[in-house]
């Protein structure tokens, strides 16, 4: 057991960019008090239109689940947003146009944020995010889930 405390509020580091590099960096936002709000067409809809739109960041492959999503973003300008400015602006964005008002709030304030290190903890990270609705057991097999996919591919460059 450590002596460290539990960590209430994620650690949130600044995007490290080196040369050519690639700087992609694992998201997770969840909704208010886990709310199941998320995983339907509609809401899947107005989140990639607010993703477009919130044009800082490329997002990725993303899975979106009933109380929370996970996303892989780059920068898409040199001059970028944080990531959590961004997360912001597209999440205000989405909750001004939620067609249920009496669910606000829609989303947790903080978000969890994490650089990923290498071409291949890209793909073991997705790996492992896109069998996330199996565990959970909304479907049989990861592809039948239909709230995920990929805006843009994220390739990347050591």
Not at 24 to 39: G, H, S
Not at 51 to 76: E, Q
Not at 85 to 99: A, E, I, L, Q
Request: with cysteine; aromatic share 12%.
């Amino acid at each position: 057991m450590s002596d460290l405390p539990e960590r209430k509020h994620p650690a949130h580091q600044v995007v490290f960019e080196q040369g050519n590099r690639s700087s992609i960096i694992f998201v997770t936002v969840c909704a208010a008090k886990r709310k199941p709000l998320l995983a339907c067409e509609e809401i899947h809809q107005r989140l990639i239109q607010a993703w477009i739109k919130a044009d800082h960041w490329f997002v990725g492959r993303y899975v979106i689940m009933p109380d929370h999503l996970h996303l892989f973003c780059a920068p898409r300008i040199r001059d970028h947003l944080s990531v959590q400015r961004w997360v912001t602006f597209w999440k205000s964005d989405v909750s001004k146009k939620w067609p249920r008002k009496e669910e606000h709030p829609i989303w947790q304030v903080d978000i969890w944020d994490r650089q990923l290190r290498s071409g291949e903890s890209y793909s073991e990270k997705w790996a492992y995010t896109c069998r996330n609705p199996v565990r959970h057991g909304l479907v049989d097999k990861a592809e039948d889930w239909p709230f995920q996919g990929e805006l843009n591919p994220l390739s990347w460059h050591d």
